[in-house]
């Protein structure tokens, strides 16, 4: 297999992309450019993920302009968004943000899959009562990224919680976090009956700390 560099990274999330539309679980896709800036290559969203939106003040607020300004690759059925953003100095990832932002207007597919796949469409079902569990994949190999015990390099949040990082013990790849996404949320759907499997790049090298490696964490697949 291939070593992982922005044009593979880049060409494996719009491959899933498209795996996510023909499967009937999403409905939009953006595509995914490269570009260069500060010393780094990106794979990211066509238009970026910009960062001052995470100051805003509430999720829905940070949906919605997510939404709005078209920052994400993916839109499933359900409204969720998918963003993957990749930044390489040279031929080593830097750093990644993974991000699933599921819909605080419509209830999840997990738990109306029928919903989304039958005749009612998916845009009139609003207004109940649900918990949306946002969750980020985040990596940072940068030098003066603080890679301590409380800020692991590979990390999960979940929930927007700033100190809630679960250890990972490396990078995660496109196929990694997609699989993930939908193994975990849209089990009942299409796309379960035909999982994703691995791309044509390698993994990414472990990347956790001897503390972490002792406690709780997320190692992933290879």
């Known amino acids: 297999m291939n070593k992982p560099t922005p044009q593979l990274i880049a060409a494996e999330i719009d491959s899933l992309a498209r795996l996510l539309v023909t499967s009937g679980l999403a409905d939009e896709t953006l595509g995914t450019s490269i570009r260069s800036r500060a010393g780094e290559t990106l794979a990211e969203p066509s238009e970026p993920v910009g960062r001052e939106v995470m100051r805003l003040e509430s999720y829905e607020a940070l949906y ?11 839109r499933l059925l359900d409204g969720a968004l998918l963003q993957l953003s990749y930044a390489f100095v040279g031929r080593n990832i830097s750093r990644h943000r ?6 605080p207007s419509l209830l999840p597919f997990e738990s109306e899959p029928d919903l989304y796949l039958g005749e009612v469409p998916f845009l009139d079902v609003v207004g109940r009562q649900i918990m949306v569990v946002p969750l980020r994949f985040d990596f940072d190999n940068r030098p003066e990224a603080d890679a301590t015990a409380n800020h692991p390099a590979s990390h999960l949040t979940l929930g927007q919680y700033a100190n809630g990082r679960i250890p990972v013990s490396g990078p995660v790849l496109p196929w990694m976090f997609v699989s993930f ?10 796309a379960w009956t035909n999982p994703i499997s691995p791309g044509r790049m390698r993994s990414f090298a472990d990347r956790i700390d001897r503390d972490d490696l002792a406690s709780t964490h997320i190692r992933l697949a290879k």
């Open 64 to 74: 919605r302009r997510q939404s709005q300004q078209g920052a994400y690759q993916v």
């Open 98 to 103: 993974l991000a699933y932002l599921p819909s």
């Open 181 to 190: 996404v939908v193994g975990h949320f849209y089990r009942h759907g299409p």
